[in-house]
């Protein structure tokens, strides 16, 4: 009795360093990867009203192609690839300088702070994958008619996996209630599940 008490007592300091560092692993990712205990709030500041129709989009963003429709750039991490996509963006979707986003001339703290630190905020990031696109000076395919990343006011993330003409998600379903409760459209309404928009009626 004597003996294995004596061997326990020999092997608990390695089973305490053992099992500390277990804990470590463990919590560690997800206690770091919180941006609200980084400091990272929530603002709602400055959104512009979400147009609906061409007449609206242009009120609200101007001519299709302009300068500050591709005036915010952020760098996006697509998770299953690591790679960083640099996203375009007009400039009344973000920018405003917060606790996580430094301050770029941007109008809003709708896209670069608000949507995207609620996707890291609850670990949503594994979710945004690889073929993130912003602002592109683009018709619709098959047409004559901008398409809205021509203003900067939409976001296509995950397209190699929510491909445009699939009706339904695979990846951007574990998020898009985050987009749409910060004005955004999403795609998946017209089988195009990689697509969010600040846009209506278009």
């Known amino acids: 009795m004597i003996e294995a008490v ?3 007592l020999r092997r608990a300091p390695a089973l305490v360093v053992a099992v500390a560092f277990l804990v470590g692993v463990l919590a560690g990712p997800a206690m770091a990867g919180h941006w609200t205990q ?15 129709g061409y007449s609206q989009i242009v009120q609200t963003f101007g001519q299709p192609c302009n300068d500050n429709a591709r005036k915010i750039a952020m760098q996006w991490r697509a998770a299953d690839n690591g790679v ?5 963006f007009h400039r009344k979707l973000g920018g405003r300088k917060t606790e996580m986003v430094s301050d770029k001339g941007g109008a809003s703290t709708n896209l670069d702070n608000d949507v995207h630190g609620h996707i890291r905020d609850e670990h949503l990031g594994g979710h945004t994958l690889s073929g993130i696109w912003g602002y592109n000076c683009r018709l619709i395919a098959g047409t004559n ?8 006011i939409a976001v296509d993330v995950s397209s190699a996996y929510d491909v445009n ?6 990846e951007n379903k ?6 749409r409760s910060h004005g955004w459209k999403w795609g998946n309404a017209w089988c195009d599940p990689m697509h969010f928009q600040y846009a209506t009626d278009y």
Do not use: E, M, N
Request: one cysteine or more.
């Open 165 to 170: 003409g699939q009706c339904y998600s695979v």
């Open 6 to 8: 004596s061997v326990l």
């Open 174 to 179: 574990h998020h898009a209630d985050i987009w």
């Open 38 to 52: 980084r400091g990272w709030r929530d603002h709602h500041k400055q959104y512009p009203p979400r147009p609906s």
């Open 145 to 152: 008619t901008y398409s809205t990343h021509a203003w900067g």
């Open 84 to 88: 960083y996509y640099t996203v375009r």
